[in-house]
């Protein structure tokens, strides 16, 4: 066992879109206390946002370069691709990283992640600490898994990568199922009742004991989190899954685009636009950055079903040109002009 003890411990931070889990790493980030930290993150599509959050952290032990983003598709179905040229990049690095935190796509499922850590190639330099599921609080108390399912429906469809195509019902039941701990993010919008039922929901999928932790706005002691030592590559095989021997599956049909504008006078102007795009009723999920004209901060926005939200997340760096770059997912067929010109009215 002499190696292990220079083995690398990764936490594996899993869940839905819109869950909630960059906003919980960068809570770990901002709470690191020296730990050296580096993360993967599993954004796909023409533009990796979740990935330009966690860099703009400012966080001095991890550096812009320990934030590696996966854009080719889904981790677990991407593994040998992009996981493990990604784990080499980081352990390379001098001085060595404490901890690695992985933020899976909304669809991925951990098992097959997980499995990947008893690779040869893998195996005597980095462990599972612990798979952490974070599950939208607000949602599973509405008797929904996610708060958006055409949103995730529209993740799917524009990874081109993705070989499981089960329902999103299965696919919270492995992420469940594979977890050592779950965050209940977004507990602050959740009275005494409605945080029961969101319990309930999640208890009925666990098949183990497993702890379920409330958390607002991310805010959780990374103790809680990191440095749980479960090595979780030598048990999940022990964790059933929907997926255990899963065949392929086709996707559904969706479209993805950028969208890239001038400079915005005001964000309430830029909301207004979002919104219309999405009263139309074609967009499903819209992500990005603004430039607002005389501002030296750069806006993000968010918008999953009718939720259209922005904040200033950093200053434009020296050096680099501020711009307005939005990505636009949506029902195959979506009329891009329409929605083009909604956006730039």
Not at 118 to 142: C, F, H, M, S
Not at 247 to 254: G, K
Request: net charge negative.
């Amino acid at each position: 066992m002499t190696a292990s003890l220079d083995r690398v411990p990764c936490t594996v931070v899993t869940g839905f879109l819109g869950a909630g889990k960059t906003t919980l790493i960068r809570n770990v980030l901002e709470q690191s206390n020296g730990k050296r930290l580096a993360i993967i993150v599993n954004e796909f599509g023409d533009a990796g946002i979740d990935g330009e959050i966690l860099k703009s952290c400012g966080v001095e032990n991890c550096p812009e370069e320990n934030v590696l983003e996966l854009a080719n598709g889904c981790i677990c179905c991407t593994v040998a691709d992009d996981f493990v040229p990604a784990l080499d990049q980081i352990l390379a690095r001098e001085p060595k990283v404490d901890h690695i935190l992985i933020e899976t796509s909304g669809l991925a499922l951990p098992k097959p992640l997980v499995q990947a850590f008893q690779w040869p190639a893998i195996k005597n330099r980095v462990t599972v600490d612990g798979v952490i599921a974070v599950v939208d609080g607000p949602a599973l108390a509405e008797g929904q898994v996610a708060s958006d399912m055409d949103a995730l429906d529209a993740q799917r469809a524009a990874d081109e990568t993705l070989d499981h195509d089960d329902p999103i019902e299965e696919v919270f039941d492995d992420q469940v199922a594979c977890a050592d701990l779950i965050i209940l993010s977004k507990s602050d919008l959740l009275d005494p009742a409605a945080a029961e039922r969101a319990r309930a929901r999640i208890e009925a999928h666990l098949a183990r004991n497993v702890t379920i932790v409330p958390s607002a706005q991310g805010k959780v002691d990374p103790a809680l989190l990191l440095g749980l030592g479960l090595a979780v590559e030598d048990d999940i095989e022990n964790r059933k899954t929907h997926h255990d021997g899963a065949d392929d599956h086709e996707h559904d049909d969706f479209d993805t685009f950028v969208v890239d504008l001038p400079a915005v006078l005001h964000p309430d102007d830029l909301q207004r636009r979002v919104s219309a795009a999405i009263d139309t009723g074609e967009v499903l999920r819209l992500k990005g950055f603004a430039h607002v004209k005389g501002k030296p901060m750069r806006l993000q926005v968010q918008a999953v079903g009718p939720r259209v939200s922005h904040y200033y997340d950093r200053p434009w760096k020296a050096g680099e040109l501020p711009e307005t770059r939005l990505v636009v997912i949506g029902l195959k067929g979506i009329d891009r002009s329409r929605i083009e010109t909604l956006l730039s009215a």
